[in-house]
T-cell receptor, first 113, second 118 residues
């Protein structure tokens, strides 16, 4: 059974700090991995998508990496801001799942001013 | 960028009534849409995969007669919660893939519908 896990469940950091969110997955036959942001009571905003053939993707202050051999992905946020406070979810798409995404539990990030 | 519109954003209904939620892809066509459910402080759980012009595929444990899905066009999928009960209260989110790369394309989400059954 394919599972996606995120640790920690919650994280609080002071403004300006660089931080890393972790995501692990059980099946290396992953097609791609996507990171999302969710604000309270809202839908999901896609942040970064990493194909299985890629090792990282960058967008502004965000950098996501993918290591299939270890079953891990990280989301690096540079110079964090209070506006970055949200829940961050990672999700994997697998070859044998027809494009469905399997989600981790999310990390609730709070950036204190 | 690709936009998925979901309506309504919130709804309150009485127990025993039915509620319809719409999911539209505004600037792209989506042959497949996905419906998720999210309980407070929990992650998203896939309910069903909606396929244009054919029957939806439901995940194990999801009652297809209770959660009716219709994908009548390439830009619209609907989820109807029939005979709703308080335990159906939840946050329902739809998603769709833009682009022609199939599974390689990112999944885009609507803003969700907060359903409260009294």
């Amino acid at each position: 059974k394919q599972e996606v896990t995120q640790i920690p469940a919650a994280l609080s950091v002071p403004e300006g700090e660089n931080l890393v969110l972790n995501c692990s997955f059980t099946d290396s036959a992953i097609y791609n991995l996507q990171w999302f942001r969710q604000d309270p009571g809202k839908g999901l905003t896609s942040l970064l998508l990493i194909q299985s053939s890629q090792r990282e993707q960058t967008s502004g202050r965000l950098n996501a990496s993918l290591d299939k051999s270890s079953g891990r992905s990280t989301l690096y946020i540079a110079a964090s801001q209070p506006g970055d406070s949200a829940t961050y979810l990672c999700a994997g798409a697998y070859y044998n799942q027809g494009g469905k995404l399997i989600f981790g539990q999310g990390t609730e990030l709070s950036v204190k001013p | 960028g690709a936009v998925v519109s979901q309506h309504p954003s919130w709804v309150i209904c009485k127990s025993g009534t039915s509620v319809k939620i719409e999911c539209r892809s505004l600037d792209f066509q989506a042959t497949t849409m996905f419906w998720y459910r999210q309980f407070p402080k929990q992650s998203l759980m896939l309910m069903a995969t909606s396929n244009e012009g054919s029957k939806a595929t439901y995940e194990q444990g999801v009652e297809k007669d209770k959660f009716l899905i219709n994908h009548a066009s390439l830009t619209l999928s609907t989820l109807t919660v029939t005979s709703a009960h308080p335990e159906d209260s939840s946050f329902y989110i739809c998603s769709a893939r833009a682009g022609r790369q199939g599974i390689s394309s990112p999944l885009h989400f609507g803003n969700g519908t907060r359903l409260t059954v009294t």
